[in-house]
């Protein structure tokens, strides 16, 4: 049998451990869909596949056990999905629809249920997905981006090279403030300990406020009511063989407009600095050559920012100690 | 007798009216909810009609109008104090008839509660006009019909919203801004005649009930956020407060702010001591004091069923259950 | 124009009495005439406000005896002899004078709970022909804590006076133990025509109010005063509230029979 495997891979049909077998992998930007796909997927699953899906980490689909030689049919099957879930979004296909995915490099952009459904959320992170798979889609750069609503990252956009985190700025309106002390003991309790009762009335540190929006939750008398949204950027974050690490805090307080543009600046960057020699660098190893200072002006270049934005001075990644003599003892030893 | 404008024509009305008044009303404000992307329904001041929401109940009620939540008292200087510098202009109030009813209730207790008339509400209260409108539907958790304050009468004005058409009763002295406008001597004001909800206010109550286990369930239910008496337009509780500024000690003020008797500290005395510890046991003083206690007082219950404490209760406690369900305790203990 | 019944009233400072470490008595210039038992709103105006017992008066002056408990109370015992406090009142129902004419009068109280009675004791000093008879159960934590120590001496001279404290020290060679103790003896004979005062924290007056009417006190000839959080003394804060009755307006000093049915 022959198979080109760098064009189905590019095709998002994998080598699997049956020889003879491939697959799919279908996108769910921001990880909500409607229902009717479920259909197409279980089509496929049925009369392709070996009757069974797997959900994968990143909130698509692979459709295990189809034949090499069924690839073209079940483009066609999974056109309609395609045309839906990326097509609407504004995803540019130069190829057409029907001819599957172009690109798997650059990962699906998961989020977290967002605000469609959770109280804590504080955005539709499904919609902003949406606009980040629109800027950056398709692409084969390896990159992972997730959107959470809100700081308990339910999505772990602290496991992603770009994670997004919503915020919101809390406002405060004095003359319904009753002093109840409801949103001050939370965010000590719950958040960072931002908010202090001086003169019967709520005083918010701004550096210490994460946007989480808890206060405004909280205020039973809509003292707290919702500003702008804003969002905290984590990035480099990974797991893998090589120095696993959660992603730290990049810019605060960013605008929506701020956020795309970095994400797509960030093409930019690995463009510049990917090492052609390995198969595929990813993106946080080429920080780890480039440095904080590189990526943060190849990210920033041109952008318009917004006054409120706060950016890193500078970034510091604990690193893995991989000589197991260094920490590890052997307690079983005579 | 009606007279009967278009929106256009009773806009023109309100544009006249506002050069005598501030009107004041139930106003949308986009994404100040406080969930992300939700608006809130509030009190604020209108410029048109178009400001008005008639679509939907507001969070909180008509009463901020006249008793704010939080209300300065008298400004203090190093050796003198005086009272706000207080010319409160004459204001048109738009409400439903639950609200209009609760005003009644404010007044018999800020205006003839004791042998002291609150000088404070009865500025506000002198030069306040209401304007009621009609429902057009009843909403989730109204009982207005229950309470008997779906109808209402002594308002300035009062108007039903009849597709593109509004059907105006305005007292005699707001007469003169509808002359000449269509008049029908047949159509009178239409009250909203049916809820989705009953309740039976029970007969007999008594404080046999008090240590009755039916409060138990609150105990454990209740988070004591205060939100059912922020919310509900007849509560009246509140709280002084004294402060002096931080950029000059020698200067300060009193205030009072709205207070509540589901929140910690309602009953709190020098030396710790404190009466109804209990979650149980608050639900239990707010509902007697909603249909039993207030109408001892005045014959007249306090409660007038708009059901915003069931709207706004974040943990789902419904107070027309809990009074449909003490009359099952009472029948049954009797 | 309305009258503003929250505007307090300035009242200079004459005298500064220290009953004991933590209660201090401020005499001051005013003319407000209050029933026995009414209460004010004390204030010192960016610090706070709170209602306080007159525990004595006279035209052209009042007495508060104020316990450092708290926010203003520390502030207040912080005043000197020419300062300011400002106070509007009085407020509340006090004691019904009439119903012990001529009767055996008991008062009980515990604590700062003399405070509220002892301008009613001092009247009837004044007046001792009003009542038949009146006797006086009070009691401290210890001897440290007796309030108007040189008011008690002078009313050892017309009334039966008991005192007894919680906690002797060394020194104390009168009574000791809780007030509850000593009802049987101030109740003496022919109790069932007695009148009953009793004042003091919470608990104090339940069990002692028991114990009385366990010793054939009608319950209709005794009286309690009560203590609840208040914000505005005229009917409006809600937070004195029990039932449908309002502690600032129908009390604080309560007939026995109402007061056993206000129920927090
Ligand atoms: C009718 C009546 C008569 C009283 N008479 C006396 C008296 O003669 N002598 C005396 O020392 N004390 C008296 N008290 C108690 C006195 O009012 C409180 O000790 C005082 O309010 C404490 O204030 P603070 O700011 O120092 O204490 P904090 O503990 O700092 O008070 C905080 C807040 O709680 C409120 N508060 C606390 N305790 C009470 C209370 N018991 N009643 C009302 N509000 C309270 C106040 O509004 C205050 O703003 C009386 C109380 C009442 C209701
Ligand atoms: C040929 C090599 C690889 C292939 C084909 C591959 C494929 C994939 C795919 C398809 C996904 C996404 C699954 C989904 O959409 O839910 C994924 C996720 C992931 N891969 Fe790989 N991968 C490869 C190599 C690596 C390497 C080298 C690393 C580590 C350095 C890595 C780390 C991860 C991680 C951490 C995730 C999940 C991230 C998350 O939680 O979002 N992969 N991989
Ligand atoms: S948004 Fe969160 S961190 Fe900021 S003040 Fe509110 S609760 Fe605290
Ligand atoms: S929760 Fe709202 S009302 Fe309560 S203290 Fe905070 S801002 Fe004020
Ligand atoms: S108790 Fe509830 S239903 Fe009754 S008036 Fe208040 S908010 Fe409305
Ligand atoms: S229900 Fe509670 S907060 Fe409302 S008026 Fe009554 S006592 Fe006050
Ligand atoms: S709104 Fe609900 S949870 Fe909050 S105090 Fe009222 S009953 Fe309790
Ligand atoms: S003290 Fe305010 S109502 Fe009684």
């Given at each position: 049998?022959?198979?080109?495997?760098?064009?189905?891979?590019?095709?998002?049909?994998?080598?699997?451990?049956?020889?003879?077998?491939?697959?799919?992998?279908?996108?769910?930007?921001?990880?909500?869909?409607?229902?009717?796909?479920?259909?197409?997927?279980?089509?496929?699953?049925?009369?392709?596949?070996?009757?069974?899906?797997?959900?994968?980490?990143?909130?698509?689909?692979?459709?295990?056990?189809?034949?090499?030689?069924?690839?073209?049919?079940?483009?066609?099957?999974i056109s309609p999905m395609i045309v839906g879930l990326e097509k609407e979004i504004g995803v540019p296909l130069a190829n057409g629809f029907d001819k599957g995915y172009p690109a798997a490099g650059t990962r699906n952009v998961s989020a977290c249920i967002g605000n469609r459904v959770c109280t804590m959320a504080n955005c539709d992170t499904t919609a902003l997905a949406q606009k980040i798979e629109r800027t950056i889609f398709p692409n084969d750069f390896h990159v992972k981006i997730a959107v959470t609503g809100c700081p308990n990252d339910c999505i772990k956009a602290h496991m992603q090279d770009i994670g997004v985190i919503a915020q919101v700025e809390p406002l405060y309106d004095e003359t319904r403030c009753i002093s109840c002390k409801a949103c001050v003991k939370n965010c000590q309790k719950v958040a960072t300990g931002a908010l202090t009762m001086g003169n019967y009335k709520v005083e918010r540190d701004p550096h210490r406020c994460l946007g989480c929006g808890e206060c405004i939750l909280k205020?039973?008398?809509?003292?707290?009511?919702?500003?702008?949204?804003?969002?905290?950027?984590?990035?480099?974050?990974?797991?893998?063989?090589?120095?696993?690490?959660?992603?730290?805090?990049?810019?605060?307080?960013?605008?929506?407009?701020?956020?795309?543009?970095?994400?797509?600046?960030?093409?930019?960057?690995?463009?510049?600095?990917?090492?052609?020699?390995?198969?595929?660098?990813?993106?946080?190893?080429?920080?780890?050559?480039?440095?904080?200072?590189?990526?943060?002006?190849?990210?920033?270049?041109?952008?318009?920012?917004?006054?409120?934005?706060?950016?890193?001075?500078?970034?510091?990644?604990?690193?893995?100690?991989?000589?197991?003599?260094?920490?590890?003892?052997?307690?079983?030893?005579? | 007798?009606?007279?009967?404008?278009?929106?256009?024509?009773?806009?023109?009305?309100?544009?006249?009216?506002?050069?005598?008044?501030?009107?004041?009303?139930?106003?949308?404000?986009?994404?100040?909810?406080?969930?992300?992307?939700?608006?809130?329904?509030?009190?604020?001041?209108?410029?048109?009609?178009?400001?008005?929401?008639?679509?939907?109940?507001?969070?909180?009620?008509?009463?901020?109008?006249?008793?704010?939540?939080?209300?300065?008292?008298?400004?203090?200087?190093?050796?003198?104090?005086?009272?706000?510098?207080?010319?409160?202009?004459?204001?048109?109030?738009?409400?439903?008839?639950?609200?209009?009813?609760?005003?009644?209730?404010?007044?018999?207790?800020?205006?003839?509660?004791?042998?002291?008339?609150?000088?404070?509400?009865?500025?506000?209260?002198?030069?306040?006009?209401?304007?009621?409108?009609?429902?057009?539907?009843?909403?989730?958790?109204?009982?207005?019909?229950?309470?008997?304050?779906?109808?209402?009468?002594?308002?300035?004005?009062?108007?039903?919203?009849?597709?593109?058409?509004?059907?105006?009763?305005?007292?005699?002295?707001?007469?003169?801004?509808?002359?000449?406008?269509?008049?029908?001597?047949?159509?009178?004001?239409?009250?909203?005649?049916?809820?989705?909800?009953?309740?039976?206010?029970?007969?007999?109550?008594?404080?046999?009930?008090?240590?009755?286990?039916?409060?138990?369930?609150?105990?454990?239910?209740?988070?004591?956020?205060?939100?059912?008496?922020?919310?509900?337009?007849?509560?009246?509780?509140?709280?002084?407060?004294?402060?002096?500024?931080?950029?000059?000690?020698?200067?300060?003020?009193?205030?009072?702010?709205?207070?509540?008797?589901?929140?910690?500290?309602?009953?709190?005395?020098?030396?710790?001591?404190?009466?109804?510890?209990?979650?149980?046991?608050?639900?239990?003083?707010?509902?007697?004091?909603?249909?039993?206690?207030?109408?001892?007082?005045?014959?007249?219950?306090?409660?007038?069923?708009?059901?915003?404490?069931?709207?706004?209760?974040?943990?789902?406690?419904?107070?027309?259950?809990?009074?449909?369900?003490?009359?099952?305790?009472?029948?049954?203990?009797? | 124009?309305?009258?503003?019944?929250?505007?307090?009233?300035?009242?200079?400072?004459?005298?500064?009495?220290?009953?004991?470490?933590?209660?201090?008595?401020?005499?001051?210039?005013?003319?407000?005439?209050?029933?026995?038992?009414?209460?004010?709103?004390?204030?010192?105006?960016?610090?706070?406000?709170?209602?306080?017992?007159?525990?004595?008066?006279?035209?052209?002056?009042?007495?508060?005896?104020?316990?450092?408990?708290?926010?203003?109370?520390?502030?207040?015992?912080?005043?000197?002899?020419?300062?300011?406090?400002?106070?509007?009142?009085?407020?509340?129902?006090?004691?019904?004078?009439?119903?012990?004419?001529?009767?055996?009068?008991?008062?009980?109280?515990?604590?700062?709970?003399?405070?509220?009675?002892?301008?009613?004791?001092?009247?009837?000093?004044?007046?001792?022909?009003?009542?038949?008879?009146?006797?006086?159960?009070?009691?401290?934590?210890?001897?440290?804590?007796?309030?108007?120590?040189?008011?008690?001496?002078?009313?050892?001279?017309?009334?039966?006076?008991?005192?007894?404290?919680?906690?002797?020290?060394?020194?104390?060679?009168?009574?000791?133990?809780?007030?509850?103790?000593?009802?049987?003896?101030?109740?003496?004979?022919?109790?069932?025509?007695?009148?009953?005062?009793?004042?003091?924290?919470?608990?104090?007056?339940?069990?002692?109010?028991?114990?009385?009417?366990?010793?054939?006190?009608?319950?209709?000839?005794?009286?309690?005063?009560?203590?609840?959080?208040?914000?505005?003394?005229?009917?409006?804060?809600?937070?004195?509230?029990?039932?449908?009755?309002?502690?600032?307006?129908?009390?604080?000093?309560?007939?026995?029979?109402?007061?056993?049915?206000?129920?927090?």
């Open positions: 049998m022959s198979v080109d495997t760098k064009k189905i891979k590019k095709n998002a049909y994998r080598v699997t451990k049956t020889r003879g077998k491939t697959c799919l992998r279908v996108r769910v930007p921001g990880g909500h869909l409607p229902s009717q796909y479920l259909e197409i997927i279980k089509e496929i699953a049925d009369k392709f596949g070996n009757g069974t899906v797997h959900l994968t980490t990143r909130q698509g689909f692979e459709i295990p056990g189809i034949d090499f030689s069924s690839i073209e049919m079940i483009n066609q099957l205020c039973p008398n809509a003292a707290w009511t919702r500003g702008n949204k804003f969002y905290r950027l984590v990035i480099m974050g990974r797991t893998g063989k090589r120095n696993p690490r959660l992603a730290q805090t990049f810019v605060q307080w960013a605008s929506e407009d701020v956020v795309l543009g970095v994400i797509k600046n960030m093409y930019k960057y690995i463009d510049k600095h990917i090492d052609r020699t390995l198969e595929k660098e990813h993106v946080g190893y080429i920080f780890d050559r480039t440095g904080y200072n590189e990526f943060k002006n190849v990210v920033l270049e041109g952008i318009q920012l917004n006054p409120e934005i706060r950016i890193a001075t500078f970034i510091n990644f604990h690193g893995s100690i991989y000589d197991s003599q260094i920490i590890f003892e052997n307690v079983t030893k005579a | 007798m009606a007279y009967i404008l278009t929106h256009a024509e009773f806009d023109t009305v309100l544009q006249r009216l506002k050069q005598d008044y501030i009107l004041i009303g139930p106003v949308r404000k986009k994404n100040k909810g406080k969930f992300s992307d939700a608006d809130l329904i509030t009190y604020g001041q209108i410029e048109s009609l178009s400001d008005l929401e008639t679509n939907g109940k507001s969070q909180f009620s008509a009463k901020e109008t006249i008793f704010p939540p939080s209300q300065t008292l008298f400004y203090f200087t190093e050796d003198e104090y005086r009272e706000p510098k207080f010319e409160p202009q004459k204001r048109i109030v738009f409400l439903r008839a639950c609200d209009f009813n609760a005003i009644k209730r404010l007044d018999l207790l800020f205006l003839e509660n004791g042998q002291f008339v609150d000088a404070y509400y009865k500025r506000l209260r002198e030069k306040t006009h209401f304007f009621v409108f009609g429902c057009e539907k009843s909403y989730e958790n109204c009982f207005c019909v229950s309470t008997g304050t779906n109808q209402c009468e002594g308002y300035d004005a009062f108007l039903n919203f009849k597709g593109e058409k509004i059907n105006l009763f305005p007292s005699e002295p707001f007469k003169r801004y509808f002359a000449g406008y269509e008049e029908n001597e047949d159509i009178l004001p239409q009250f909203i005649e049916r809820n989705h909800i009953q309740v039976d206010i029970p007969e007999g109550l008594s404080t046999k009930i008090y240590d009755h286990p039916y409060w138990d369930q609150y105990g454990k239910r209740c988070i004591g956020c205060g939100r059912c008496n922020f919310s509900c337009p007849t509560c009246t509780c509140f709280t002084m407060q004294d402060i002096f500024y931080r950029d000059n000690k020698n200067a300060g003020e009193r205030r009072r702010v709205w207070a509540s008797c589901q929140v910690d500290g309602f009953t709190d005395m020098a030396g710790g001591h404190s009466y109804r510890k209990q979650q149980g046991e608050r639900m239990r003083f707010k509902v007697m004091h909603k249909i039993h206690d207030f109408a001892k007082r005045f014959n007249m219950h306090m409660c007038v069923g708009c059901g915003r404490c069931d709207d706004v209760c974040p943990e789902y406690i419904s107070f027309s259950q809990c009074i449909s369900g003490l009359k099952g305790v009472v029948a049954h203990d009797n | 124009m309305i009258t503003n019944p929250y505007l307090p009233q300035p009242a200079e400072i004459i005298s500064i009495t220290k009953e004991t470490t933590t209660d201090y008595t401020f005499r001051l210039k005013t003319d407000i005439q209050p029933d026995f038992g009414q209460f004010v709103e004390v204030s010192i105006p960016k610090v706070g406000e709170a209602p306080i017992s007159v525990s004595n008066a006279q035209p052209g002056w009042i007495e508060l005896t104020i316990r450092r408990v708290g926010h203003l109370t520390n502030e207040l015992h912080e005043l000197k002899p020419g300062d300011l406090l400002f106070i509007r009142g009085p407020y509340g129902k006090g004691f019904p004078k009439e119903q012990y004419r001529d009767k055996s009068l008991i008062i009980a109280a515990g604590g700062t709970g003399l405070a509220p009675v002892r301008n009613l004791i001092n009247y009837y000093y004044q007046h001792p022909g009003e009542v038949r008879q009146l006797s006086l159960l009070m009691g401290f934590k210890t001897p440290e804590d007796i309030l108007f120590k040189e008011d008690i001496e002078k009313w050892r001279s017309k009334f039966q006076v008991l005192l007894t404290v919680d906690k002797e020290s060394p020194g104390w060679s009168g009574h000791v133990g809780l007030i509850t103790n000593f009802v049987k003896d101030a109740v003496g004979e022919n109790s069932s025509a007695s009148r009953v005062i009793i004042v003091g924290p919470p608990l104090m007056m339940k069990f002692t109010s028991q114990e009385f009417i366990k010793y054939n006190i009608p319950e209709e000839n005794i009286w309690l005063s009560f203590e609840r959080k208040m914000c505005c003394g005229i009917g409006k804060c809600g937070h004195c509230r029990i039932n449908d009755t309002y502690v600032c307006l129908e009390g604080p000093v309560f007939p026995y029979i109402t007061a056993k049915n206000l129920l927090d």
